[in-house]
């Protein structure tokens, strides 16, 4: 074919022949650019020489969410649960490893992930003496809003968190609000005056009841754990001092140890005695 030549502002056709290139150097080319796009850092050795990341929190997050931070972090990850097979997940109920968590560059992470849109109730994180990053933390997976009141509440400079409402356990709607009494600083224990009335060393038996102490774990309200009555039973907690009661049914174990007798869900040991507390005397009938 002729070639169109521009010379003076003319154009000119020229019979002069467009030279190939040989074959040997095409063929170079093409290899070293599919090496290239075949590359990866993995493959180089790049993997092992790059610094280490943090798990990103992935909890309730969109498909399209997850695909993006973990793109940007350099991870990778795999999927199971509903949707999982047929890509058609929505959202992300739980991962391994746990958020935060320090792992390699290019490290495989695994989501449960669900179809459902995570909207339903759920129940409101323990965050009595979280710092201020974990209450942030733990609200953000929850997925609930909260407002802070006290000391370094007005201007974000609050350090932990003292007391909440509703308490932990408490199941709440999808974006709901908690109240978070917050300080600059951590509280001491007041100096007690009076003498309380404590347990026997050992636990006391009788008919229908035992004497001893109790404790407290972030449960289910309304649920406690013994170790000596069937799961299902029905206790009455009475505190020895103040004669407050509550009732809660076991659903879980406690080691067998001391003078325990019972460990009760947070928010029923506060309706007998404040949590920093810790133990307090008790008697259990069923």
């Known amino acids: 074919m002729p070639a169109v030549l521009a010379e003076d502002g003319y154009l000119r056709t020229s019979r002069r022949r467009v030279l190939r290139r040989p074959r040997l150097l095409r063929t170079t080319w093409a290899l070293l650019a599919t090496s290239l796009v075949l590359l990866t850092p993995g493959s180089s050795g790049a993997a092992s020489a790059h610094a280490a990341v943090h798990m990103p929190d992935l909890i309730g997050r969109s498909r399209a969410q997850v695909f993006r931070i973990m793109h940007d972090d350099g991870l990778y990850f795999v999927t199971r649960g509903p ?18 968590a320090v792992i ?23 965050l009595v003496g979280l710092s201020r990053a974990r209450v942030f933390a733990a609200m953000r997976r929850a997925q609930l809003y909260f407002r802070t009141v006290g000391s ?11 007391a909440q409402a509703p308490v932990a356990g408490t199941r709440v709607a999808w974006h709901d609000e908690v109240t978070v009494r917050v300080s600059t600083k951590r509280p001491t224990a007041p100096v007690k005056t009076a003498v309380p009335v404590k347990a026997p060393g050992v636990v006391v038996n009788g008919a229908g009841f035992k004497l001893g ?18 799961k299902g039973t029905r206790l009455t907690v009475r505190d020895i001092k103040t004669g407050r009661s509550i009732t809660c049914i076991i659903s879980d174990r406690e080691n ?3 003078n325990r007798i019972v460990d009760l869900s947070e928010t029923q040991f506060a309706q007998l005695a404040p949590l920093w507390v810790g133990v307090i005397s008790v008697k259990v009938t069923w």
Do not use: I, K
Request: proline share 11%; glycine share 10%.
């Open 83 to 100: 949707g999982a097979a047929t890509e058609t997940w929505v959202a992300v109920s739980a991962q391994s490893p746990r958020p935060g």
């Open 104 to 126: 390699a560059w290019h490290a495989e992470a695994t989501l449960t992930v669900t179809t459902q849109l995570p909207r339903g109730p759920r129940p409101v994180p323990r």
């Open 152 to 162: 370094g509440s007005s201007n974000g400079s609050w350090t932990v968190a003292l």
């Open 213 to 230: 102490v109790a404790t407290w774990y972030n449960s289910v309200p309304g649920h406690c754990a013994t170790w000596y009555l069937p």
């Open 256 to 258: 067998h140890g001391g």
